[in-house]
Structure formats: structure tokens, C-alpha cells
């Protein structure tokens, strides 16, 4: 299973984080991109998009990290997240109840499947009308982002 750990942010570099990324990917065996340039047409989270999408015929699964996450154990695999055979194609975590801005789900770290289902997920995101997703928002679905943060729309 070839597993490529995806991260980045344009214009450049922020952080650190690279470094860290690049050394837990090493000790795996997992393929890294830490992807800085700019993606036409994406700013906010809509980079994030892009750039999977860019790289998703190149690995089997994606492990997307933003580039202000750490990884913090390195014993833990990313195999152990991922069944095989159980037809998923996004594994995600719910956001940690520590953060002050409620979210359902955490956005800064998930695993994507190569898949045409999962390209397609993908590409329906960058054309999806904010203001529609806006119309049916509820609070209990966390922060509405506007797909960028900060802004009005959805955080993916």
C-alpha cells in the first residue's frame, strides 16, 4: 500500500512542521509532499483541495496534515487507521473538544483514499456554491468557515 503524506501552504513556509513530517513519513516508508506553490483558483482551505487532488493518483491513500500539526508519536502507523476492506474511502476525526472554536470534524489531518468516488468528492467541493451550503448550516454542524479561515463558508 503505497501511502503518501500531503501538506502545505503558499506562499512558502510558516513552520517548522516540514522537518517533522518528513521524519515520521522516513521512519514509515511513506511517500511526502509539502506542497508551496500557488493552486489557480484556491485560496483558504480550497488550497488544501487542490493540492490532494494535484497528488491522488500517486499514493494509494492520502494522510492530508496542515502545516500547523506535528506529529508527536512516532510509533504510531497510519496502516492502523485504515481497514481494508470496509469500503471506506475518508477516515476523519472529530475535532478536540479543547479547542475554543467548535468544529465537527478536524480538517487539519484525515486519510483520503485514491479512488475515482474520492476525486470526484474532491472536485464537487471546488464547485460548490458557499451560499447554498450557508442556507442549510446548523450549529450543531460546528463553525461555518466560508472555506477559508475566518471567512463565511464551510472549513474542508
Not at 83 to 105: A, N, Q, R, W, Y
Request: aromatic share 20%.
Amino acid at each position: 500500500m503505497r501511502i503518501g503524506i500531503i501538506s502545505g501552504y503558499y506562499p512558502g513556509f510558516r513552520l517548522d512542521s516540514p522537518i517533522n513530517h518528513k521524519v515520521y513519513a522516513d521512519r514509515h516508508g511513506y511517500g511526502y509532499v509539502y506542497n508551496f506553490t500557488p493552486e489557480r483558483g484556491s485560496g483558504g482551505y480550497f488550497f488544501k483541495v487542490r493540492t490532494i487532488l494535484r497528488y491522488l493518483d500517486f499514493f494509494d491513500w492520502i494522510f492530508w496534515i496542515d502545516d500547523d500539526a506535528y506529529f508527536t508519536n512516532f510509533e504510531v502507523k497510519l496502516e492502523q487507521f485504515i481497514t481494508p476492506d470496509d469500503g471506506s474511502e475518508l477516515v476523519i476525526c472529530s475535532s478536540p473538544s479543547t479547542k475554543k472554536l467548535f468544529t465537527k470534524f478536524s480538517s487539519g489531518q484525515f486519510l483520503l483514499k485514491s479512488t475515482p468516488v474520492s476525486r470526484a468528492f474532491l472536485q464537487e467541493v471546488l464547485i460548490t456554491d458557499m451560499r447554498i451550503v450557508r442556507s442549510f448550516w446548523r450549529d450543531d454542524l460546528g463553525y461555518y468557515a466560508g472555506g477559508r479561515p475566518g471567512g463565511n463558508g464551510i472549513s474542508f
